[in-house]
């Protein structure tokens, strides 16, 4: 699914009128031509904002001044999923979740596929910032009673009924050595290997070295929720306003998971668990847990006081974004690089600092 931010990144920009126009000015027009076919929406301002991993992202201002946020799916082979994802965000929002809505086609259609080019239309989420890296004071609370709404609502899902399932078996260790010993071996038969693949061999062999402690931190998990969940709830993926959530947005398809990683993914959020230091973020985290706890209460507290284990473990044995520069070079960046430089930190700042933290986290869940 997309990484979308509603916030523009770049100044308007506008359809060259003459001949020979750019691949991203034919786009523009494409766009402008598909929201009045599809949408009966007259374009006054197109303005491209950073890309999503599956689509191409726009804000548009319509003609009486009105915002929307446009996603543009690359992969017409997709749509399916595309739509499941749309239908949940749409689930969520009719249970009462701060999401953005979508807006129907004239056809009523959620993603227009007919024209030039397939897309979705969404309310427009103004003045926020996202939750990466900005999680502090009473932002931790707000985040935690969203997410716990957001499963309460998916727990109804007709999807899937949430159940228990051993949480050993959200890692699979083995399966884990094999993807970093492959990864290694991919660096160190580079000819050259440049500043950010020196490091991320080297970090490449420390999670290696530490998969026995991973291995041992999972067969300790007890039983674990299984239900339908957002799918990529990371920091990115919640807009702030204020100290409020103002929408959780690009939903994956309706697909079942563990509760205590996408609780832990966005609560061990890397770049807010380095910027607070640990004692500042271990009393956010308990804050997100509180909140969460009391506005999903039906969830067995065990997803709560495992979920700091279940992400060290989750993070430790990801091979992503480590693999970035041998799988998908053409993704890194210095966004990417940072990200992955914080999250390995916090990882193993986690596995080495795992009893005195769950500790205080079952202390203020008691």
């Known amino acids: ?17 003459t001949p020979g126009r750019t691949a991203e000015g034919e786009q523009i027009m494409a766009v402008a031509d598909t929201l009045v076919l599809a949408y009966g929406l007259h374009p006054a301002e197109i303005t491209r904002i950073p890309e999503g991993t599956s ?4 804000t548009i201002v319509d003609q009486t001044g009105r915002r929307y946020f446009v996603k543009v799916y690359r992969a017409r082979d997709r749509l399916d999923l595309e739509r499941a994802s749309v239908e949940l965000s749409e689930y969520a929002a009719d249970g009462g979740v701060a999401t953005a809505r979508v807006t129907r086609t004239r056809e009523h259609e959620l993603i227009e596929t007919h024209g030039r080019l397939p897309m979705s239309l969404w309310s427009y ?30 727990a109804a899902h007709p999807a899937a009924a949430p159940t228990l399932e051993p949480g050993a078996a959200m890692c699979d260790v083995a399966a884990a050595r094999d993807r970093f010993e492959k990864l290694i071996l991919a660096y160190q038969h580079r000819p050259r290997l440049g500043e950010f693949e020196t490091w991320a061999l080297q970090a490449a062999r420390e999670r290696q070295a530490v998969l026995g402690d991973v291995k041992r931190i999972l067969a300790s998990l007890p039983q674990l929720t299984v239900q339908v969940m957002h799918g990529d709830l990371a920091g990115p993926n919640v807009l702030l306003k204020n100290d409020d959530v103002a929408a959780i947005v690009d939903f994956g398809p309706p697909t079942p998971g563990y509760l205590a990683w996408e609780i832990v ?40 006081l495992s979920s700091l284990r279940v992400g060290c473990a989750a993070m430790l044995c990801a091979t992503f974004p480590l693999s970035a520069p041998v799988e998908r070079p053409h993704i890194v960046d210095a966004a990417l690089e940072s990200y992955a430089r914080a999250r390995h930190e916090a990882a193993l700042m986690l596995l080495d600092r795992l009893p005195v933290l769950e500790e205080a986290l079952r202390d203020t869940l008691r």
């Open 265 to 304: 993914r966005l609560g061990c959020d890397p770049k807010s668990v380095l910027s607070n230091g640990v004692e500042s973020w271990l009393k956010g985290y308990t804050d997100l847990a509180l909140a969460y706890r009391d506005a999903n209460p039906k969830a067995p507290a065990d997803n709560l």
């Open 55 to 58: 689509t191409d992202n726009y």
């Open 125 to 154: 989420v103004p003045h926020t910032e996202t939750a990466e890296g900005n999680l502090t004071d009473a932002r931790w609370a707000a985040v935690g009673a969203a997410m716990g709404r957001l499963h309460s609502r998916l």
């Open 1 to 17: 699914m997309s990484t979308a931010s509603h916030q523009p990144a770049t100044k308007p920009v506008a359809a060259p009128s």
